[in-house]
């Protein structure tokens, strides 16, 4: 009878241990409540809500210009893009504060083919709690919040894009 028990732990383990294996560093699981709901415009005046794009894997990247880390990430998420079709992620950037005219120069340079939503009196912002900027957020397609990312991150790299492709394999 102690057989199948000591199976069943070795099994859980060695999942776990895959799944953690999986994860990049510097990624940290949250408990999955669920993510705040929100409907931000882009400078164009185009509204997203985060409700509507339920079923699929999200990121929610917050960040301002002029945050260093945030500059040099910023490139990074642009070829992420490239990598991850948003009809697997979806990928929504919320801008922290700023100007539109800020906005526009610093993605007109820096990654062109990005847009970001403007929070611009940063009330979605405090709702989310980053801990400071750049911060990211995998939320799942039941609208749970499931890891973030604190700081900069190279998000074209190979252990992020192989994570971002395993999860949008994963049935929640």
Same mark, same amino acid.
């Given at each position: 009878?102690?057989?199948?028990?000591?199976?069943?732990?070795?099994?859980?383990?060695?999942?776990?241990?895959?799944?953690?294996?999986?994860?990049?560093?510097?990624?940290?699981?949250?408990?999955?409540?669920?993510?705040?709901?929100?409907? %931000?415009? +882009?400078? $164009? /005046?185009?509204? #997203?809500?985060?409700?509507?794009? =339920? !079923?699929?894997?999200?990121?929610?990247h917050f960040?301002?210009?002029?945050?260093?880390?945030?500059?040099?990430?910023?490139?990074?998420?642009?070829?992420?893009?490239?990598?991850?079709?948003?009809?697997?992620?979806?990928?929504?950037?919320?801008?922290?504060?700023?100007?539109?005219?800020?906005?526009?120069?610093f993605?007109?340079?820096?990654?062109?083919?990005?847009?970001? %939503?403007? +929070?611009? $009196? /940063?009330?979605? #912002?405090?709702?989310?709690?980053? =801990? !400071?900027?750049?911060?990211?957020?995998?939320?799942?397609p039941?609208?749970?919040?499931?890891?973030?990312?604190l700081?900069?991150?190279?998000?074209?790299?190979?252990?992020?894009?192989?994570?971002?492709?395993?999860?949008?394999?994963?049935?929640?």
């Amino acid at each position: 009878m102690k057989l199948p028990v000591i199976i069943l732990a070795l099994l859980f383990v060695t999942t776990s241990a895959v799944a953690d294996g999986v994860r990049p560093p510097g990624l940290m699981p949250l408990d999955g409540r669920m993510a705040p709901a929100f409907k %931000l415009a +882009d400078m $164009d /005046g185009k509204t #997203t809500d985060l409700v509507q794009l =339920r !079923g699929q894997w999200v990121l929610v990247h917050f960040w301002a210009s002029w945050c260093g880390p945030c500059r040099r990430e910023m490139p990074t998420l642009q070829r992420m893009r490239e990598q991850i079709p948003v009809t697997d992620m979806a990928m929504v950037l919320v801008n922290t504060a700023e100007t539109d005219e800020e906005v526009f120069s610093f993605l007109g340079v820096v990654a062109p083919d990005l847009e970001s %939503l403007m +929070d611009a $009196d /940063g009330q979605v #912002t405090a709702k989310w709690r980053p =801990r !400071g900027l750049p911060s990211s957020f995998l939320v799942d397609p039941k609208g749970r919040l499931r890891y973030i990312a604190l700081g900069g991150r190279q998000w074209d790299s190979p252990a992020y894009l192989r994570f971002l492709r395993h999860l949008t394999l994963e049935q929640p």
